[in-house]
């Protein structure tokens, strides 16, 4: 199983920014997805996922800022995030855990998309 992110990038304080995962391989069922970020010098922390049954949860510091969908069908998670600020800064990393098709339950994560907010 892979999760290919993409979607990162610069963009001022108050702009918008879409991230896309895609997970792939042998997939039987993703269970959650979501979205981790890494500031520098800070711990990585969860910012949203979403479960297969659509339940989603935020950090408080996104709430109403950012929003988390899936498209199940592609296994693809996005993260629109809207009113961006510059403490929003970070390496952003997608994660999943997934069913293979061997029954095997696990966490996979993507690699890191940098999305630098300026001031």
């Known amino acids: 199983v892979q999760l290919q992110a993409s979607g990162g990038g610069l963009v001022q304080a108050g702009g918008s920014l879409r991230l896309s995962c895609a997970a792939s391989?042998?997939?039987?069922?993703?269970?959650?997805m979501g979205w981790y970020r890494q500031a520098p010098g800070k711990q990585r922390e969860l910012v949203a996922d979403v479960t297969s049954g659509g339940s989603t949860n935020y950090a408080d510091s996104v709430k109403g800022r950012f929003t988390i969908s899936t498209d199940n069908a592609k296994n693809t998670v996005y993260l629109q995030m809207n009113s961006l600020k510059p403490e929003d800064t970070a390496v952003y990393y997608c994660n999943a855990k997934i069913v293979s098709t061997t029954w095997y339950v696990r966490e996979y994560w993507g690699q890191g998309t940098l999305v630098t907010v300026s001031s």
């Open positions: 391989g042998n997939i039987f069922r993703v269970n959650v």
